[in-house]
């Protein structure tokens, strides 16, 4: 590597240091992780604020940057994971004004304005959100790359469900609410996959907090 | 992905505009194309955004149907009261696509444009005259296990992916557009689609710079409706082979029964003959038998895709059984 070159110097540790009030140099500072994505042609840039957690956060992005990228790379909030990176098995999962999408399939600049909730965003302070709480209780996870995309998506699923909205797996359409099943559950969290096979445990945790009490 | 400008349309026919400018690509949703810009089978250099433009009402037409505007997602057009009640096929074929995630991104309009999952399609080292035209379908003597049995040709047997789409064609439903000029067009969802025949680039019968704003069903046919998707796994898969039924019958005679079928063709492919020729039949094994028979009429296997002819057969069968059940 030319010790000149300094693009790829940052370390994890700067880049969370610096990431919460990184200016447009940083911004456009490429990692090795992006070594792929050289850029084509001209590079455009454009203005977003996006209100994530309830935080304004107004970044100078390039317009490839996926809403993903712009979360891990430029706003340090790594709790989103990118498995795929092709919207197949929803470790990026986070919600847009309370629905659940996979965060690597769509651009930052199409968020402007929008309320973004990570797994960063779930807690109260210290106090666990319920499914937090619940996957631990059920020991919903082992190596728990795909555990906050989990979270993220039983949070908009549990909402959907509690709205009404049917699934494939709701035997009658006209019914509603339809009742949280374990087949419900699986079908409704079909987009989370779990290399470990952690799946009977997630749906007990998920099924624990959507049962009324 | 490589480089582009980036800008909101502000009106249908400001996109429609916008579209016809060299390089310039619409993304709604964006779940599809995203991931072909990042695979670099799509290359635009300008992304016109139309998730905002107010497109995303379902409305009851006079005449008792429902005109669904472009932009509604999935997941709201499956969840809606009215399509649930009286479009429970549409409702169940949605809710068979994709991932819940997905489904709240992806658009009414987008799901109509969604590309083909070929492999070849996807992978910009191999030949396909899709995305290269004249460069040769790899498909054809490859892995082909996803393709088409009916419907194609020598330079591409690719098939059409959306569940959305099949559910249309049996509902009749018609596709609205609107161009720079701010004309307004309808087009019958069976004329829009294309076979490849020898230009497979040409996907739709969408006329440069042609925007679509909404679809328009008609008030829905008497009948039992169904959804049936065979897949790879039991969610999250595309259809190997899928049938959108409405079968009116009473006293074991079927009265009408019309017939969409995803996975076996570029577009979603419904059967005349076979609608006839259940027509007034007698429920059962050999009318439906005979119904199969008329679907696949001409229905050829390349290798890896042969199990689909007995598989239609089989889940045809299924599904009127089940249909005409008393």
Known sequence: ???????????????????????????????????LEEPQGETAVTGVTLQVNGQARALELDTRTTLLD????????????????????????????????????????????????????????ATLHPLQAAFIAHDGFQCGYCTSGQICSAAGMLSESRAGMPSFVTEDLTQSPPELTDAEIRERMSGNICRCAAYPNIVAAIKQVGTPT | MKAFTYQRAETAAHAAALATEPGAKIIAGGTNLL????????????????????????????????????????????????????????????????????RYKATTGGNLLQRTRCYYFYDITKPCNKREPGSGCAALAGFNRIHAVLGASDQCIATHPSDMAVAMRALDATVETVDAAGATRSIPIADFHRLPGATPQVETNLRAGEFITAFILPPPPPGVQIYRKVRDRASYAFALVSVAAIVD???????????????????????????????????????????????????????????KIPLTRRTLVAVLTQATRT
């Open chain 2, 249 to 307: 019958a009473a006293g074991g005679r079927i009265r009408q029964a019309r017939l969409a079928f995803g996975g076996l063709a570029l577009k979603p492919w419904r059967s005349r003959p076979a609608e006839e020729s259940l027509a007034g039949a007698s429920a059962g094994g050999p009318a439906f038998e005979a119904a199969a028979g008329a679907v696949l009429e001409g229905a050829r296997g390349y290798g890896g895709n042969d199990f």
């Open chain 1, 70 to 125: 712009a979360l891990r790379e430029h706003l340090a909030l790594t709790g989103s994971k990118k498995g795929c990176d092709h919207g197949q098995c929803g470790a990026c999962t986070v919600l847009v004004d309370g629905r659940r999408i996979n965060s690597c399939l769509t651009l930052a600049v199409m968020h402007d304005g929008q309320a973004i909730t990570t797994i960063e965003g779930l807690a109260d302070g």
């Open chain 1, 1 to 35: 590597m030319d010790e000149n070159d300094t693009r790829v110097w940052f370390t994890r540790r700067t880049l969370l240091e610096t990431g919460a009030a990184a200016g447009a140099a940083l911004m456009l500072t490429r990692f090795p992780a992006a070594a």
């Open chain 2, 35 to 102: 991931d072909l810009m990042k695979l670099q089978v799509e290359t635009p250099t300008q992304l016109i955004d139309v998730s905002r433009l107010p497109l995303d009402r379902i409305e009851d037409t006079i005449d008792g149907g429902l005109r669904v505007g472009a932009m509604v997602r999935n997941s709201d057009l499956a969840a809606d009261t009215r399509v649930r009640q009286r479009y429970g096929v549409l409702s169940r074929a949605l809710l068979a696509g994709a991932s819940a995630q997905l």
